[in-house]
């Protein structure tokens, strides 16, 4: 009977929500890069030391040059690529920021309406958030409106 190798820890991963006139910003990843032309929301690996807020203040300003000013946690749940790493992602709602998002490192970079996410081709660790911002849309869109989706209409 063989060991088992011992497994690497997960890789953890920040990744920031922003939206604008009710759209949301994806990347795609450059052709070169592992998972190339892939679909994400921006963001990258959390340093060693580093929190996962000041990792995605980092993350933001290097991928698209904006400063963060109020972010809350959303979603995290941890994910395992077949015959590839186990990652940890946890994503922030980026609520206010200063400057307008630059493609420094994608190939390039889009707001889209958050129905047409899954015409997208994401990375497959974001399918399942995709669906949470999907089915809870209306928080976001209240936020960005002030008026509920989901509230009744008057006739």
Known sequence: ??????????????????????????????ESTAFGLKWEFPGGKIEDRESETDALHRELKEELAIEIRESEFFSGYTYSYEDGPTVFLCF??????????????????????????????????????IMEIIERQDIFLQALTGVSSSAPKLV
């Open 92 to 129: 922030h709602w980026v609520k206010s920021f200063e400057g307008d998002p630059q493609n420094i490192v994608f190939e390039q970079i889009s707001w889209v309406e958050i129905d047409d996410l899954i015409k997208f081709d994401f990375l497959e660790a974001d399918r399942r958030l």
């Open 1 to 30: 009977m063989y060991a088992k190798a011992p497994s690497r820890p997960p890789i953890s991963v920040i990744a920031g929500l922003i939206f604008r006139n009710k759209r949301v910003l994806i990347c795609q990843r450059s």
